[in-house]
């Protein structure tokens, strides 16, 4: 199966499905029906509001109108999940959660996938196009959680966040809808640390079951389970370690955080120098001697502390 | 003390350290000596390459050609800490460790704080002032190891990255030199997961000693113990969280993607509903009732999985 590039610059096919933008599918096209929005691949069902799959993430979403509760701020959107509507009137008749599609979005959210973003001219919203659908770009599910909707009943909530310089209708109101800004005043928000990850990170997650090769622990969310992908020598200048399996390790947060900044290295017999015990491997999955090495000469005669 | 904005827009000053960029002091600026720099508050010492204290971070550090391991690329620079050198030959002849000021510069990587770069004539790179010395704006430590020198001896070393649209002197070698890149070829890296901070929640990190308030936990790293603010109500639009001390938690990385993401949620009486035990509590800190109930009501009726 071919695979065309990423999910910031163009889409990565992973077991058939479309993650990320598309190559002729330029932000702002102008669609006339679903079906010409399915053929164009920009949003693959004729109905379904969200294309995806729980194991892969969402490819895309349309915002067409079916759901009032949905709020559209431009950049920002507050998007409600599938299930538990009426058909006919289109009112919620039972609670949502996050399974099928939903959790097609709640993989995304977990895994930092960026989701297509389709708004149709039904949606009703001054961010819609005045006709037909129109692709708007990648948009972040920067968090999901329920809450009862207007008819009562439980309802699947993803915030939507446009990616920086990927939409054309992004349509910020200042002082209003950035994160960590409040109505009332501003909040000074800084980045404390940005956990990065790569097509190949996220397939040794899925190898290891997203279950620590440090201490064993598998962090079950709402929806799905969460790791974090580990370059153990660190991709960028000026280590320029490979994005190679070799060179990648499935960790908790915790345990991604200590490896990287000194809290513990790997021997060469895979045997963990400050903390106990040994990595965990997984079938199909083994780490390269050279680039522990690598690693153990960052903290070299370091006195790891670890977890206490 | 008085607390003037921010660490991304202007200078907080915690505890008489001034972290952030200064008023009046534009990036590009150039000063006549360092004593100037010093007169400016850009760079408050007039000899030490850094200025910062391990409890609260690095203020600014200077690039004057004193150690000759320094890489500078522009908009990346991989800096030597202090110590160990002789001071007539300005050669190593002793290890460095993170103590003393480089620990400072820990304590700026594993909390997300802006480091003010000045940069010196004498400093010798195509990125020097033509003479005296220029504010080139703020960076992030983005990593910190430890390696050999020219000199045979273990030197700390701080790759610093120009925080985006801060630095006029930003020069990104096209190909080279971003985070995720390989010299031979181009490894397509996404954002997975942001964790923000502000001055607050440090507050608060103090105040727990960095122990997670749902496990105890503690992280040690080389230099430095790691945590992590949670605001319990979400900052930013659509929840419109406070950031007040009533409304932040210390977690550990682990626990906060939990209390994220309907891993567990937290009772009026404090005990955890997905997990064991109570929030632990720190003399001088209370959370809201209020900002809880908002929690829970985000996961209400879900069944947190929580660690295994």
Partial sequence: MPTTANETGESTRVNKTLI?????????????????????????????????????GAES??????YFD???????????????????TGRQIADQDFTGHNQALVTSCLNGLLVRVVRGAVHRSPHSPPFGYRYDG????????????????????????AEVGESARADPRPGSELPGEDST????????????????????????DY?????????????????????VKPLGSPHHGPDRTENILCLCPNHHVLFDNGGFT??????????????RLARGHSVAAEYLAYHRALWEHSTPGSLN
């Fill in 20 to 56: 990320g933008s598309l190559r002729g599918v330029e932000v702002g096209s102008l669609f006339d029906s679903r079906r010409a929005l399915h053929d164009a691949g920009a949003h693959r069902a004729l109905q379904a509001g969200i294309v995806g799959r729980r194991e892969f």
């Fill in 61 to 66: 979403i349309v915002l067409s109108g079916g």
């Fill in 70 to 88: 949905d709020e559209d701020h431009g950049s920002s959107i507050i998007y409600t999940g599938a299930g538990g509507r009426d058909p006919k």
């Fill in 138 to 161: 990648l948009f972040r599910v920067e968090r999901y959680w329920r809450e009862r909707g207007r008819d009562g009943f439980l309802i699947c909530r993803f915030q939507l966040e």
């Fill in 185 to 208: 005043r501003r909040t000074q928000v800084t980045a404390l640390r940005v956990v990065r990850d790569t097509a190949l990170g996220r397939s040794i997650k899925r190898l290891h």
């Fill in 211 to 231: 279950t620590c090769q440090a201490c064993g622990i598998r962090l079950l969310c709402e929806g799905g389970p969460y790791a974090e992908a580990a370059h």
């Fill in 266 to 279: 790997i021997e060469e017999d895979l045997s963990l120098r400050g903390l106990t015990g040994c990595l």
